[in-house]
Structure formats: structure tokens, C-alpha cells
């Protein structure tokens, strides 16, 4: 029961957080680009600061009162994986222009052909390598 | 000032939104993309509960002007392209790999966990890359 209860619930909260962008500033609610064009931010930066904060106080509160739970897991892999890891989504992110929230959580709901394309995608490749990972153990 | 609250609450509500659901563990999110193995269909939830919301909502909120905005900035570009394709695999790729997404790989900053800085480090360093790259005109 609880293994799709909170993952609905969280996703509910996602959808009204996105919901909540979208309707007081009109803007979508898409982390990678978000977070990408404030290294190289303009004076109409300050939303995408805000929510940046927002999403690290939310962390720190959540962390603060329910680590044992809502923490209890560990980021396994060497460094060189790590890195590798983070460079393919961070380039993958801003060549495809986004992410899991970019255009899974908001392009999918409009029906943005080329959101739904790149979910597929993404979803397509991340289950290939976790095969192939899993063939070669 | 009002804009600012409303995306401080909605980075806010998100962040809940990431942990409560498991998108922030990457063990979960390995066991979704593990199809062909062990698979753990849970976050499929995650994906079916804000979509479907936004379905709804998207609609109804893009028919008005936006509370604190002229207008809505929603992307204009419609058509599939190399760049998305080979963008989205790269990404699907790294998430295979590690089991985080830039959303969660900001949320789990706040357990200074070594490895959640060094992703954070390199997928800013991959964002760098492609900025560079873009401003060459090499991609």
C-alpha cells in the first residue's frame, strides 16, 4: 500500500507546486533550465532564485524533521561514476532543453510533442543502461 | 515581493513533493528503470499523480493572465529534433547510471552527503560545457 501511496502523494505535491508557478508568475517549473540559467543570471533572475531556495529550505526542513525516513538511503558509486553521471545529465539537460520536471511534469500535461518525445526518451535510455548493467553483473 | 513568495513556496512544496514521493533516492529510482530486473513500478505514481493534476490545471490556468505576470512563457519550439533526441539520451543516460535528476540532485545537497555535491559539481560542469559549446556554435 504505502509503495504507491507516497509516491502519489509526492507526485500530487509536484503537480500543485508546478500548478502554483504556472498560474502566479505563468512560468514553468522546469529545475535544469532553472537552475542552469543562473549561472548566467539577468535582473529578471530573482523567481528563479526564490524557488532555488524554496527547494533547498524544503530539503533542509524535511531533513531536519524526517531524515530517518525520508533520508534513509545512500548515493552508492566511485567518483569517476559520480562524475560521469553528472556530466551526462547536466549536458543531456540543457541539449535536450530539460528534465524529469521540464518536460515530464510540464510539458506531458500540455501535450507538448516534444516534451512526450523526450520523456519517452529519457525514460528509454535510462531503463537500456540499467539493462545492460544488469546483463553485465 | 508576492512573486517571489509564490516560487519560494512553490521550490518549497516541491522539494516535499521529491522526498515524499522517493524521487530523491536513487535506489528507487533504479528499481523503476529496472524493467527488465528487479522492477519497482512505485514511482510510476509519482509521474501518473503530477500529471494528471497538471492536466487539469494547465488548462483552466493558461485560459487567464497568470496573478503576478503579463503572460505565460510557455516554450514555443514544436518540432523534434537531433538535439532532443540526442539531449534526452544522454540525460536518460546519466540517470540510468545514478538514479538522480536535477531536482533531486538539489534536494539531497542538504544531507552534505560527498556524493550529492560531486553531482551537483559535474552536472553544473556538463551545463557549463554545453553553454560553451553552444556559444561556439558547435552544438
Redesign the interface.
Known amino acids: 500500500m504505502n509503495s504507491f501511496i507516497l509516491p502519489l502523494i509526492g507526485g500530487l505535491l509536484i503537480g500543485v507546486s508546478s500548478s502554483l508557478m504556472l498560474w502566479g508568475l505563468g512560468k514553468i517549473s522546469g529545475i535544469s533550465g532553472i537552475y542552469s540559467s543562473l549561472l548566467s543570471p539577468n535582473n529578471e533572475s530573482y523567481w528563479k532564485y526564490s524557488f532555488m531556495l524554496g527547494l533547498i529550505a524544503g530539503g533542509i526542513i524535511l531533513n531536519s524533521l524526517y531524515s530517518d525516513v525520508l533520508f534513509d538511503y545512500q548515493i552508492t558509486g566511485s567518483a569517476p561514476r559520480v562524475i560521469v553521471a553528472g556530466l551526462l545529465v547536466g549536458f543531456g539537460t540543457r541539449l535536450g532543453n530539460g528534465c524529469t520536471s521540464g518536460h515530464g511534469v510540464c510539458g506531458i500535461p500540455r501535450l507538448a510533442k516534444r516534451s512526450v518525445f523526450a520523456t519517452l526518451t529519457f525514460i528509454a535510455f535510462g531503463i537500456g543502461i540499467v539493462a545492460i548493467e544488469g546483463a553485465v553483473k | 515581493m508576492?512573486?517571489?513568495?509564490?516560487?519560494?513556496?512553490?521550490?518549497?512544496?516541491?522539494?516535499?513533493?521529491?522526498?515524499?514521493?522517493?524521487?530523491?533516492?536513487?535506489?528507487?529510482v533504479?528499481g523503476f528503470?529496472?524493467?527488465?530486473?528487479n522492477w519497482?513500478?512505485?514511482?510510476?505514481?509519482?509521474?501518473?499523480?503530477?500529471?494528471?493534476?497538471?492536466?487539469f490545471?494547465?488548462k483552466k490556468?493558461?485560459q487567464k493572465?497568470?496573478?503576478?505576470?503579463?503572460?505565460?512563457?510557455?516554450?514555443t519550439?514544436?518540432?523534434?529534433d537531433l538535439?532532443?533526441?540526442?539531449?534526452?539520451?544522454?540525460?536518460?543516460?546519466?540517470?540510468?547510471?545514478?538514479g538522480?535528476?536535477?531536482?533531486p540532485?538539489?534536494?539531497?545537497?542538504?544531507?552534505l552527503?560527498s556524493?550529492?555535491i560531486?553531482?551537483?559539481?559535474?552536472?553544473?560542469?556538463?551545463?557549463?560545457?554545453?553553454?560553451i559549446l553552444?556559444k561556439l556554435k558547435v552544438?
Open positions: 508576492k512573486s517571489i513568495m509564490i516560487s519560494f513556496l512553490s521550490g518549497l512544496i516541491f522539494a516535499a513533493g521529491l522526498s515524499i514521493s522517493g524521487m530523491t533516492n536513487p535506489e528507487k533504479i528503470l529496472d524493467l527488465f530486473g519497482d513500478a512505485s514511482l510510476a505514481f509519482v509521474m501518473i499523480g503530477a500529471i494528471s493534476l497538471n492536466f490545471t494547465f490556468i493558461t493572465k497568470p496573478l503576478y505576470s503579463d503572460s505565460h512563457s510557455l516554450p519550439k514544436s518540432n523534434i538535439k532532443l533526441f540526442l539531449g534526452a539520451a544522454l540525460f536518460g543516460m546519466g540517470w540510468g547510471i545514478l538522480i535528476c536535477p531536482g540532485a538539489i534536494v539531497n545537497l542538504v544531507t552527503d556524493n550529492a560531486l553531482f551537483v559539481i559535474s552536472m553544473t560542469a556538463g551545463m557549463s560545457l554545453f553553454k553552444d552544438v
